[in-house]
């Protein structure tokens, strides 16, 4: 699986962006889709998942903020940002897998396939 990010761009606080993860070379709606982001001197961290299409997980720190979906025919997931925050400046990464259990969904470590990385920046 070869995944591509995007959409990631420079915002001012209160600002809203959509990320999009696009795959090719296999279908996604099998796998758990995460993503990911690191801000610079930080660990990566966990944002959100959408497992296997079904539930949806989130991070507190963007809890009521953002919202994952798929688009099956686009072969696609999103993750849309409301209301961002300087602290959510960090390279957004969106990531893959088709055998993660849900226990495991929010470890960097546990997923195979990863995109290139999109930057959000929020800023006055």
């Known amino acids: 699986v070869q995944l591509q990010a995007s959409g990631g761009g420079s915002v001012q606080p209160g600002g809203s962006l959509r990320l999009s993860c696009t795959a090719t070379?296999?279908?996604?709606?099998?796998?758990?889709v995460a993503w990911f982001r690191q801000a610079p001197g930080k660990e990566r961290e966990f944002v959100a998942a959408?497992?296997?299409?079904?539930?949806?997980y989130y991070a507190d720190s963007l809890k009521g903020r953002s919202t994952v979906s798929r688009d099956n025919v686009k072969n696609s997931v999103y993750l849309q940002m409301n209301s961002l925050k300087p602290e959510d400046t960090a390279v957004y990464y969106c990531?893959?897998?088709?055998?993660?259990?849900?226990?495991?969904?929010?470890?960097?470590?546990?997923?195979?396939?990863w995109g290139q990385g999109t930057l959000v920046t929020v800023s006055s």
């Open positions: 070379g296999r279908t996604l709606s099998r796998y758990t």
């Open positions: 990531a893959a897998d088709n055998s993660i259990i849900p226990s495991s969904l929010r470890n960097y470590v546990a997923y195979d396939y």
């Open positions: 959408s497992f296997r299409g079904t539930n949806l």
